[in-house]
């Protein structure tokens, strides 16, 4: 949850990792490549004219190989491209931040640009109920850290995708329900 946490005697402020991550950068990267490569030999084999340095794509028969890699790589292109947006916008990036002073709890977001490019949620400290640690292992491991509210509504706190360190985010928990003076669940 926590890249850089910056925290005194009445604020503390959580920053949350979103898209402008290493493994979204690589596998960016990988698919513009693929994509590129496999668009260069369809266009290869459609002009005779060999695009690769790394192969000759122009004995190939334009139908049905041909097209077929022109497709694959106008499809990896595109999600390359999706992707690298992704990382430029830095989407699910944001902060927590509570602030016993003014007894608020702000949570903010980015996402897709538009007119709901930021996410904010405001709430008060009073309706925090509880820290809830969601911890599931296996093949699809998750492990998520909420701010229960009174009336069962539930705000996740920790970034999307990897999942953290089980001791990190016991220390999240403990840490935070100190700060706000709730219990912990889950643990």
């Given at each position: 949850m926590s890249v850089t946490e910056a925290e005194n005697?009445?604020?503390?402020?959580d920053s949350v990792l979103g898209s402008r991550r290493l493994s979204n950068l690589w596998w960016a990267t990988v698919t513009a490549g693929g994509g590129l490569g496999f668009l260069l030999?369809?266009?290869?084999?459609?002009?005779?004219?060999?695009?690769?340095?790394?192969?000759?794509?122009?004995s190939l028969a334009f139908i049905p190989q041909g097209i077929v890699m022109g497709f694959y790589g106008v499809a990896g292109l595109l999600l390359s491209t999706y992707l690298w947006l992704m990382v430029v916008w830095d989407v699910?990036?944001?902060?927590?931040?509570?602030?016993?002073?003014?007894?608020?709890?702000?949570?903010?977001r980015r996402g897709f640009p538009g007119k709901n490019r930021q996410v904010e949620l405001l709430y008060n400290l009073d309706e925090v109920q509880s820290v809830r640690v969601d911890i599931k292992d296996g093949f699809?491991?998750?492990?998520?850290?909420?701010?229960r509210l009174k009336g069962k509504k539930e705000i996740p706190l920790t970034?999307?995708?990897?999942?953290?360190?089980?001791?990190?985010?016991?220390?999240?928990?403990?840490?935070?329900?100190?700060?706000?003076?709730?219990?912990?669940?889950?643990?």
């Open positions: 005697s009445l604020v503390k402020r030999a369809g266009i290869s084999s459609y002009t005779h004219i060999n695009l690769l340095p790394f192969s000759d794509p122009t699910g990036g944001g902060v927590n931040e509570f602030d016993r002073a003014a007894g608020k709890i702000r949570i903010l699809n491991p998750r492990r998520v850290l909420y701010l970034r999307v995708g990897q999942p953290i360190s089980l001791a990190a985010l016991e220390d999240q928990a403990a840490g935070l329900a100190r700060f706000l003076n709730v219990p912990v669940e889950g643990l």
